[in-house]
């Protein structure tokens, strides 16, 4: 895609809207089909954001969801009214978590049908026990999901509003009032069945099981809510599918897509607005009646001269790589072809997470870093070319936890290398070879592996502080000053509709549909 690809020209817009990753080109195809001008501007020379696909090795035609890699937050229902061609697979297994138990290697496999799963706990724990308690309380959060997701695209409820629609106390209590590391010791007794539970509300977010704000109760509702059941699926293509088509139907349906183009700031009255912006050519002004702004509200912060809030630290460790095939594991029970097709749990106990947790707070690097893998290409080998698909090679993603950005300061790349060095580890001692003789490489003959830390989504995002969803994830509902829809500011024209919206994070469009109809709703008062 050429650097200056789409062009402002002079006239005056409904909306500008500064930023072209998903939830920004959600927007724009949503008002360009409503009838109203559209401009987006993209400060890179693509659109897609942190939602991309792209080839990281040299020579090696790998087409890798390099950021952010799953689907579970994105409602049928955007997709459908965009027309987007787009699909997603489901994983036939959820999780695989390897462990040491009396001298043997073993672990969990979850998924493959309930027989299968069942019979998993009874071996690793030695009855039936804990699988009842998984199924309790996962029928618990599966009632919430459909009650709660679907509110994600509507106005925001109260919080009794939603309380009510939830009608459930327990489940309101568990996930909403109390640290969920509370209702997982309350229920689970085995440690590795209690840390594969844990591992959802610790997805870009530092905290532990009992942090009083409840930040990885917040985490953890947006994990297991999405699609109404809380599954995480494949994006056929890779994640640059869904942004590629976003993009095509927000062009198709008139608005103007100007990459190469980066907003520098936003004048208002809140009636109009002019957005000035930035090419290698020179500076440019649009005219529009509202912006929609999707960055963070750090950076709306500076666009439009405002008070920035509080900084956001990421605190995840993202790692591509391609593999000439799966390793073998150590526990020979298990087909790698399945432990790696779902989520594969590394050092992820629930007493492993609490120290890592206390090692990184306290400013270390954790000794045995915790982290989750899966193999995309299993799901959907189309992001391979035909000669890797041919020869068995497979992709690798690996996401860290417990690694915030304040233990990159002082030296982002030897931080970098070391924990890469520390997780691979903790890696190869589930494994019954190395993983380094595995690795592919690229056509300088260097290994296929990349690793980012948050100072790295920080530099190349500008995620702040790296943090993926750019900020401490929000309860779905209204709270004082969050708007109708979650997307209002302080200046009626200017609307956030990036992750930092309320019901933002993750790749979801939700931020993007809510400022749309924020918008049309204005239009129409």
């Known amino acids: 895609m050429p650097a200056h690809e789409g062009h402002p020209g002079h006239r005056a817009y409904d909306a500008v809207i500064v930023g072209g990753g998903h939830n920004g080109l959600v927007a724009a195809a949503y008002l360009a089909r409503a009838g109203r ?99 309790r309380f996962y029928g618990l959060t599966g009632e919430v999901a459909e009650r709660v997701f679907p509110t994600l695209t509507d106005p925001l409820p109260t919080r009794e509003e939603l309380r009510r629609r939830v009608d459930d106390e327990e489940a309101w209590r568990i996930l909403f009032e109390e640290p969920i590391g509370a209702a997982i010791e309350d229920r689970f007794s085995d440690d590795l069945v209690r840390g594969v539970v844990l591992t959802d509300a610790l997805i870009g977010t530092f905290a532990d099981a009992h942090d009083p704000s409840l930040k990885q109760n917040r985490c953890f509702l947006y994990h297991v809510i999405g699609g109404g059941t809380g599954a995480w699926d494949v994006p056929v293509g890779g994640m640059g599918a869904l942004t590629d088509a976003l993009a095509k139907a927000a062009r198709a349906a008139g608005a103007v897509v100007a990459t190469g183009h980066e907003a520098v700031r936003i004048d208002t009255d809140g009636a109009t607005a002019e957005v000035t912006y930035r090419t290698a050519d020179g500076e440019g002004v649009a005219a529009a009646r509202h912006v929609l702004v999707n960055a963070s509200p750090q950076e709306l912060a500076a666009l439009t001269g405002g008070t920035s809030p509080e900084p956001a630290e990421g605190a995840q460790l993202k790692v591509n790589m391609l ?41 270390e690097l954790p000794a045995a870093p915790p982290s989750e893998i899966y193999c995309h290409s ?141 918008l049309l709703e204005q239009g129409e008062a």
């Open 323 to 363: 593999l000439k095939r799966l390793p073998r594991l150590r526990d020979s029970a298990v087909d790698p072809r399945e432990a790696f097709s779902g989520t594969f749990h590394i050092a992820e106990g629930y007493e492993q997470l609490a120290t890592a947790h206390a090692q990184a707070a306290a400013g």
């Open 378 to 518: 299993l799901t959907d080998p189309t992001i391979l070319g035909p000669d890797l698909v041919e020869r068995g090679y497979q992709t690798l993603t690996l996401f860290g936890l417990h690694t915030p950005a304040r233990l990159f300061e002082r030296d982002n790349d030897a931080v970098r290398e070391e924990l890469l060095k520390s997780t691979l580890a903790q890696l190869d001692a589930q494994l019954a070879e190395p993983l380094a003789d595995l690795l592919a490489t690229d056509a300088e003959g260097r290994p296929c592996i990349e690793a980012k830390t948050p100072l790295d989504l920080e530099r190349d995002l500008r995620l702040p502080g790296g943090n993926i969803f750019h900020r401490d994830l929000s309860w779905p509902h209204a709270q004082d000053g969050t708007g109708r829809w979650g997307v209002e500011t302080e200046h009626p024209n200017v609307l956030l509709c990036g992750a930092g919206a309320v019901r933002g994070g993750g790749v979801s469009g939700v931020p993007g549909h809510n400022a749309a109809m924020a």
């Open 37 to 135: 001008s559209v401009l987006v501007l993209e400060r890179l020379d693509h659109t897609g954001g942190a939602a991309i696909s792209t080839r990281p090795f040299a020579g090696v035609d790998a087409r890798l969801s390099r950021y952010s890699y799953l689907v579970s937050l994105l409602p049928k229902k955007i997709v459908r009214d965009l027309g987007l061609d787009f699909r997603i697979r489901a994983r036939t297994i959820s999780s695989y978590t390897p462990v040491e138990r009396a001298g043997e290697a073993t672990g969990l496999l979850v998924g493959g049908g309930e027989r299968c799963t069942r019979e998993a706990f009874a071996k690793l724990t030695g009855d039936e026990r804990e699988y009842a308690a998984w199924r």
